[in-house]
């Protein structure tokens, strides 16, 4: 089975990798789909080294995601929606429960929102004590008079650490 047909050209997946690659995407383990398809699961090895194949399923894993993603957000709504209705039921023991479930909820949101922002600004530094390019695209020119040994010291220290931290330093 090859995973482009000739009379379907480069861009046209053959539909027995397609079938792989959709019960891959959708967290089919390795032997569940060679058993399904008939094959063995070296062939479904061999299927993910080709570059296009392994990128087709990369690709159908990230729309399923994403799909997920915005199917959980309209659940979340109406899962408010009833958190809502419950706060203002009659019955004390249901709005406490409501109450307590939104406050739960509210506060593990807020830990991941700070937690989120506090890794993006560590990258953000990290990316600009250290970037790799230039405005330009290229690698951007140290001082001329101190070798990457040093720079790596320099920066080792400016992150809190020390040579001693590193006995491979000179």
Known sequence: MSTYT???GQDQM???DELLATLLAEGWTHRRV???CGISTKTIQRR???EEFAQKVSLLRRQRLSETISRMTRISEKAVDV???AM???DVKVRMGA???SLDHQERYHRRAIFEADIEHRMAAIEEEFSLTGLDGEAPVGDPDVGPIEDLQ?????MGGSEADDPELP
């Open 6 to 8: 000739e009379s379907q």
């Open 83 to 85: 958190l809502e209705d």
């Open 14 to 16: 053959a539909p027995a």
């Open 34 to 36: 060679a058993s399904f």
């Open 154 to 158: 320099d920066a080792t220290q400016k």
């Open 48 to 50: 993910l080294n080709v």
């Open 88 to 90: 203002d039921d009659e």
């Open 99 to 101: 109450a307590k479930a």
